[in-house]
């Protein structure tokens, strides 16, 4: 009797399991802070879209004193029960599945490039891994280690990064756990930082962050994600070695910002004398959610290009560099081109995900009109 119940069980976990599968994936972030912004700004777990996401990326956790997974904001993750109410999504959508972001740019290198300098630090965050994951309900983990071999790392970290993603994917795949990690746009990381090869053999998904080609200490007005650089990047992961199914390609949901040093020069190259203003609820400078765009849209008008299959606007003295939902839309035909295994969005707290200046979540959507067909 027993055998027959498991059978039955064991089916039926194949078919639920058949009936998610996709051909491309709409993985979506979401910066867990936003719960502390005000008034339009403000974002909790009842704002995300489990309609669209196919997988959500709860941001961020951290590595604690012993360099074990831990939550880095324990009012949010747990006090207001971030945690619990993020995985609880999955009651909505049971195909949805839901991971944890370790790192971030805050977080830094040299932590990860600690951790995975021996093994047996690899193999003890790889058990903190499995068991951060199964105590909160989160169905993976995604490694955000910004960036191997630099900002203080070692030259080595591109070797124990691919073991450490090996130790990581042995401890967590028997219970069907996930492993991405997101990655950087630049070049010169690659068979430094990224061992391409190794990182196929052991990842679900990389989700390339195709975006801040300018950086916001720039001296000179550029483009934020410019289609013609992320051909060039996306060219060299996948003859790097990289299934193309693996690689998600990275949208954001945000501007860049600047101040002209003289607003009658105000094209591609032109002179910044300081960093853009914050947005009214992003408090950010150099940064914009999409929806603080629509807002100034809304209040004065901007003169609004596109280049390079991306946007850049200006208004007297301020410059933004961003993408609306044409562009969204021409990079998922891109994606779709490149037979790329889906799009990894940054983030939803970003997009107008209120509607405030039109429909909900446009940017999202854009994505979404163009997959329809395909996920």
Known sequence: MKLILLFIFSCGLTLVYSNCERDR????????????????????????????????????????????????????????????????????????????????????????????????????????????????????IDIDWEYPTSEGGLPEDGSNFVELLNEIKTAISPWGLKLSIAVSFDNSLIGTGYNIIGINKSVDFVNLMAYDYISSNSNYTGLSAPLSKINETVTKWLNGGLSSKKLALGIPAYCKNFVLKDPQKNGIGAEVKAIGLPGDFTQQEGLLAYYEVLQIESIRKTAVNMVDGTIYGYHD???????????????????ISQNLGGIMFWSLELDDFNGEFGDPYPLLNAVHKEFKDFV
């Open 317 to 335: 003295d301020e410059w933004m560099t961003y993408d609306n939902e044409e562009t969204v839309s021409g990079k998922v035909k891109y994606a």
């Open 25 to 140: 994936e709409i993985i979506c972030y979401w910066g867990s802070w936003s719960i502390y912004r005000r008034e339009i700004g403000f974002f909790n777990v009842s704002n995300i879209n489990t309609d669209i996401c196919t997988t959500i990326v709860y941001a961020f956790a951290g590595l604690d004193l012993n360099l074990d997974l831990a939550s880095i904001d324990s009012n949010a993750d747990i006090t207001r029960g971030g945690f619990a109410e993020f995985v609880k999504l999955k009651q909505k959508e049971p195909c949805l599945k839901t991971m944890v972001a370790v790192g971030g740019w805050n977080e830094g290198t040299r932590k990860f490039s600690v951790a995975s300098s021996t093994t047996e630090s690899r193999k003890n965050l790889a058990q903190s891994i499995l068991k951060f994951l199964v105590y909160y309900g989160f169905d993976g």
